[in-house]
Nanobody
Framework: QVPLVESGGGLVQAGGSLRLSCAASGRTFNSYAMGWFRQAPGKEREFVAAISWSGDTYYADSVKGRFTISRVNAKNTVYLQMNSLKPEDTAVYYC???????????????WGQGTQVTVSS
């Protein structure tokens, strides 16, 4: 099991911003694409964004233009900057390590424990 540790969730008003962080072990970070998924109550887990080792990025249509994924390889950390948040963005957000699939989703091999993001209207 390779640890992925998320941080940065919380409660924010609609229109606000949050930044999530995910710290990974060196071996995980150097071997895989990194990404974020989310799961709202009563819904299936869904892909949000991913970034390859070289920095290519991929986003779900629902977050394009509002969320930005980035990574700092020297710190083994991936970030998700979330702007213009909406109530429908409320979910548990999970960090993942794996492979990008067809440029539209990610096959995750490792998961973090999740961090709650709540957007109030």
């Amino acid at each position: 099991q390779v640890p992925l540790v998320e941080s940065g969730g919380g409660l924010v008003q609609a229109g606000g911003s949050l930044r999530l962080s995910c710290a990974a072990s060196g071996r995980t970070f150097n071997s895989y694409a990194m990404g974020w998924f989310r799961q709202a109550p009563g819904k299936e887990r869904e892909f949000v964004a991913a970034i390859s080792w070289s920095g290519d990025t991929y986003y779900a249509d629902s977050v394009k233009g509002r969320f930005t994924i980035s990574r700092v390889n020297a710190k083994n950390t991936v970030y998700l900057q979330m702007n213009s948040l909406k109530p429908e963005d409320t979910a548990v957000y999970y960090c993942a390590a794996g492979w990008v699939v067809s440029g539209v989703t990610m096959n995750a091999k490792y998961w973090g424990q999740g961090t709650q993001v709540t957007v109030s209207s």
